[in-house]
């Protein structure tokens, strides 16, 4: 069965340091999200992304973050300078269509910023 | 606007008891609503989901949730849990647009 995969599952970083988060949706899926999850918060909505670029984004998503589909396969998201409070669980997201309204979730990848 | 109220953070059981989590929505347009579950360290993996349709939902693992409208509630039911069925499950809804809104989450603890 096709999944969502994201890598790294971790990733340990400086704050100001760049990092870039790296997810594979299902190849025939035309929509795809990010979502953090604060260690024991809920899930958060940061982006959508349709058709080369941006649907919506949250408060949450700005200047520092931004996300990119550079090859028809790979869907990341970039945060330019990390902070303390950007330690999360970053999960990718993707939707066949709009009529399904389901969305597959890869892994998440967990983000520690010291 | 939407937003979830998951109003039970935690919920400890039985083996073999019958469990309900609370879900209450509000939005200002039709939705689509969702219960969630994550396994420890694991992602989110889909339960069950309303589109349309009739208002019992039949979900994976056994459990299945009712939409009321008038309540404006999705509470997910299982009428006998096993330990394995130990994990934080949410509630979300989503409108035309697509994005999620979660609740808070509850933390189902089946004890033996």
């Known amino acids: 069965e096709p999944e969502v995969t994201q890598t790294p599952s971790h990733q340990v970083t400086q704050m100001g340091q760049e990092v870039i988060l790296r997810c594979v949706p299902i190849?025939?899926?035309?929509?795809f999200y990010w979502y953090r999850q604060i260690l024991g918060q809920k899930v958060e909505f940061l982006v959508s992304?349709?058709?080369?670029?941006?649907?919506?984004k949250s408060e949450i998503f700005d200047d520092q973050f931004s996300v990119e589909r550079p090859d028809g396969s790979n869907f990341t998201l970039k945060i330019r300078s990390t902070k303390l409070e950007d330690s999360a669980m970053y999960f990718c997201a993707s939707l066949p269509g709009r009529a399904n309204n389901e969305q597959f979730f890869g892994p998440g990848t967990r983000l520690t910023v010291l | 606007a939407q937003s979830v109220t998951q109003l039970d953070s935690q919920v400890p059981v039985f083996e073999e008891a019958p469990v309900e989590l609370r879900c209450n929505y509000s939005?200002?347009?039709?939705?689509?609503l969702f219960w969630y579950v994550q396994y420890p360290n694991q992602g989110l993996q889909l339960l069950l989901k309303y589109l349309s349709g009739s208002t019992l939902v039949k979900g994976i693992n056994g459990f299945e949730a009712e939409f009321n409208k008038s309540q404006t509630s999705f509470h997910l039911r299982k009428p006998s849990v096993h330990i394995s069925d130990t994990a934080e499950y949410f509630c979300?809804?989503?409108?035309?647009?697509?994005?999620?809104?979660f609740g808070e989450g509850t933390q189902l603890t089946v004890n033996p």
């Open positions: 939005s200002s347009v039709s939705v689509y």
């Open positions: 979300a809804v989503s409108d035309t647009r697509s994005r999620l809104t």
């Open positions: 190849s025939n899926h035309l929509y």
């Open positions: 992304f349709y058709n080369n670029e941006i649907s919506e």
